[in-house]
């Protein structure tokens, strides 16, 4: 089994190449940025941190620690997430959908959690329950979504992939619909709703990370899980039941778990685009299409997508920032053709 | 297989509709376990849904079906892939997974990673996959394809296997090789059931048949009981000759005909030319066969039993007149004999051997040529040739020219003249018969003399 090894070795070295990439990614982000400090300093009050906790002091600003804790990490770590969530979704999704074209907002997720977003910032009355009214709104308005999308495609017990289809751009286009109108009614805070949509991590804190990590952490680890399955789903529900799966209801539990974890991912970081799409074709050139290799090695590596693109959103135009959904469709997009482009090939 | 047989699938009063057509049953079926059985029929008669049904692709509309005592719905999908391997008709995997990944796929139910690599490997090197093992599964020939996903349903161990046309996409040599497969699967104790398109080759391999025609069984059992002209003529509108080899029986095909045709066939055959072949000793297999292939439904006689010209009759049904080998005809031989010549509206006497034994069928002939009948005497060989008479065979044929018969020089040309005079013949309905006549010959593709 010459390829079976190879595989095992590519494997391998991909994931050890992810997680020290992953690694520098982490440090790279916590040193830089608008805040005054050198490299040196940042680099040193980040060692200091994890040595001595967030009142360590040495040769750089003692505000230094504690800027790193409570700003720059968990905006770090809720990216990593973020990322991971996207994109182990996407990869579920294609996987469901036997389709590489499939995304994570496939259930019209992303047209659910923008019409919560927009609802919680133009609605004043909602808006002073609190800073978490936003992502609860979006995070109902994304599972509502999926549901209706989900019971739309339905019939007779039988959900089939072209009415998910189907019923999912029938719903985002009406949702949308709605958003934009919306938005235009109230001027006042279209600047808002709009940046909210194009997606980032800018206000991120703990509390975001764990409200978010423990939803997308069961997630990923649901459909991990899975994985054998969804190898067998690729050839299709019948003969995956013949192998010993019920298709039906795994595409389904497959599909409200991957919501779910998009949605989760979604409330606090606004509709990044194009990483649940590519992040996970990727990796299957890499690693190949089984998801007992695929999920950890996407999931990794959407984490550092995540991160290197919100790092650069916020020092490339330092110490304005650019939208990190920005970033992600200004590479997601060439590659969205490619992919059309080599398809078409094939 | 030692005991009695028990069924592992029982089906009763079985209907499977699809999108609201009715396309099986009602069905009621047994298949016992260790049996081997081939499912066949023509295109939508059922066998695929039949199949589907077995694994519960489809559900039925009404009925029951059970799988080893219990019914197949109460079954969980894993436990029955325990018990039931399938390779599907329709599959695709568009995902590059290699060969050896793929068939690994099959191992799912069996929850046993220590008998996994064997149970790959094992089933890579009887598809003849081995060598291809990291070969990726998009990149394969359909062939190669259909023995991954053979492989595939191999490495899942089960006791029981459906296949639906397993022998699609294969070659010839892969086909035989994978009958041979479910022979010696079925030879370990598997039961098999596997819907075939050739009939030949389930007649070949498998122990019983199943011949479905329109959603219900036409016919069932051994394969000699089963390859029955008259049902496959009912069931595929196709004539066959059915052969033997060895034990079993293989067929051919004569012709393929529309239902009207076969209506027309049926009113021609009532009312249209009656011929009669005075055979023997082989001499008359091929012309039997021509006329045969031209719609006509000569009678024959007089032939031993052990004669392949008796063979011929029986293989095309035909009336025949036989007679106990080697010795003189009987009385009541020859009496039948005189009246299926005395029905025949026209005579042919083939070039057989004629010895003191077989001479009175020729003088009958005679009688019937001088009675005014029409009488075609094959000439090739030269009668002298044929003659172990003495003499008195040679001098018969010299009175049948006399009489009026007319001599030709083969088969092919006795045919002719016979479908030329059947055009003109006054005694039957001119229009019907002609025109269905002309359109046969049309159909056929065989070019016939203007009249």
């Known amino acids: ?181 919306l938005m235009v009614a109230t001027e006042r805070d279209l600047h808002t709703v709009v940046v909210w949509l194009m997606g980032g991590v800018t206000t991120a804190t703990w509390m975001k990370v764990y409200i978010t990590l423990p939803i997308v952490g069961a997630g990923f680890l649901y459909m991990f899980l899975m994985s054998r399955r969804m190898n067998l789903l690729l050839m299709g529900e019948e003969r995956a039941r013949e192998l010993g799966v019920d298709g039906q209801r795994t595409r389904r539990h497959l599909m409200v778990v991957a919501s779910l974890t998009t949605a989760a991912a979604v409330a606090f970081t606004g509709l990044v685009g194009f990483i649940g799409l590519m992040v996970p074709h990727i990796m299957r050139l890499v690693v190949g299409p089984d998801h007992r290799r695929l999920l950890p090695a996407t999931a990794l590596f959407g984490a550092f997508l995540l991160l290197m693109a919100d790092t650069i959103a916020r020092t490339a135009l330092a110490p304005a920032e650019i939208p990190v959904g920005i970033i992600t469709a200004a590479a997601g997009g060439p590659f969205f053709l490619y992919l059309l482009r080599s398809r078409r090939g094939a | ?294 719609g006509f439904t000569p009678t024959v006689g007089i032939v031993s039993v052990f004669d392949s010209d008796y063979a011929a009759a029986q293989r095309y049904e035909l009336e025949v007149v036989s007679a106990p080998p080697f010795q003189a005809f009987p009385e009541e031989a020859l009496d039948q004999h005189a009246g299926l010549v005395r029905r025949a509206q026209m005579i042919i006497v083939a070039p057989i051997f004629f010895g003191p034994g077989n001479l009175e069928p020729l003088r009958e002939a005679l009688r019937a040529a001088r009675s005014g009948k029409t009488v075609f005497v094959i000439k090739e060989p030269a009668i002298e040739r044929r003659d172990l008479s003495g003499g008195e065979a040679t001098s018969l044929i010299a009175e049948l020219a006399s009489a009026g018969a007319r001599f030709v020089s083969g088969a092919a040309e006795a045919v002719e003249l016979v479908q030329t005079h059947q055009g003109g013949q006054s005694d039957r309905p001119q229009s019907g018969g002609t025109s269905g006549h002309r359109r046969f010959t049309d159909e056929s593709g065989r070019s016939r003399p203007a009249q």
């Open chain 2, 1 to 294: 297989m030692a005991g009695t047989p028990s069924p592992i699938y029982t089906a009763r009063a079985l209907e499977v509709e699809l999108g609201g057509k009715h396309v099986l049953g009602p069905l009621d079926l047994e298949i016992e376990a260790g049996s081997f059985l081939g499912v066949l029929g023509p295109n939508g008669s059922g066998k695929t849904t039949l199949l589907r049904a077995l694994t519960r692709g489809v559900a039925q509309s009404s009925g029951s079906l059970s799988f080893d005592g219990r019914p197949l719905e109460s079954y969980r999908a894993l436990d029955l892939a325990r018990q039931v391997g399938v390779v599907p008709q329709q599959f695709s995997l568009d995902f590059n997974f290699t060969v050896a990944e793929m068939v690994a796929m099959g191992r799912y139910a069996q929850r046993d990673e220590a008998a996994d690599g064997e149970a790959v490997a094992a089933a890579l090197r009887t598809t003849g996959l081995t060598a291809l093992a990291d070969r990726l599964v998009t990149e394969l020939s359909g062939g190669e394809r259909q023995r991954a996903l053979i492989a595939q349903t191999l490495a899942q161990r089960t006791p029981t296997l459906l296949l639906d046309e397993p022998l699609n996409n294969l070659d010839l040599n892969h086909q035989l090789e994978t009958m041979q497969l479910m022979r010696s699967l079925h030879e370990e104790g598997r039961t098999i059931v596997v819907v075939l398109h050739d009939l030949n080759m389930a007649a070949q391999y498998c122990d019983e048949l199943l011949l479905l025609d329109r959603g219900t069984v036409a016919a069932r059992g051994k394969p000699e009981e089963v390859l029955d002209p008259r049902v496959i003529l009912e069931v595929f509108r196709v004539r066959v000759a059915v052969h033997r080899q060895g034990q079993r029986p293989y067929i051919t095909p004569l012709w393929s005909r529309s239902r009207e045709d076969l209506r027309e066939q049926e009113f021609r055959q009532g009312q249209g030319l009656r011929i009669h072949v005075i055979a023997g000793g082989g001499a008359a297999s091929e012309l039997l066969e021509e006329l045969v292939m031209q």
């Open chain 1, 1 to 181: 089994m010459v390829a079976g090894t190879r595989r095992r070795r590519v494997y391998r070295l991909a994931m050890a190449a992810l997680v020290a990439a992953l690694i520098a990614a982490v440090i790279t982000a916590a040193v830089v940025g608008a805040a005054g400090l050198s490299l040196g300093e940042a680099f040193r009050a980040l060692i200091a941190l994890f040595a001595h906790g967030p009142d360590a002091t040495g040769d750089f600003p003692d505000w230094a620690p504690a800027l790193l804790l409570n700003l720059r990490l968990p905006r770090i770590v809720l990216a990593l997430i973020a990322g991971a969530a996207l994109s182990t979704s996407g990869a579920a999704f294609q996987g469901v959908f036997r389709n590489p074209l499939a995304e994570p907002y496939l259930l019209g997720v992303s047209a659910g959690a923008a019409l919560g977003a927009t609802i919680a910032i133009i609605w004043k009355p909602i808006g002073s329950l609190g800073v978490y009214t936003l992502p609860i709104l979006a995070f109902v308005g994304a599972v509502l979504a999926a549901f209706l999308v989900y019971r739309l495609a339905t019939f007779s017990g039988r959900t089939g992939s072209a009415a998910l289809l189907l019923a999912g751009v029938a719903v985002g286009s009406t949702l949308t619909a709605i958003t934009s109108f």
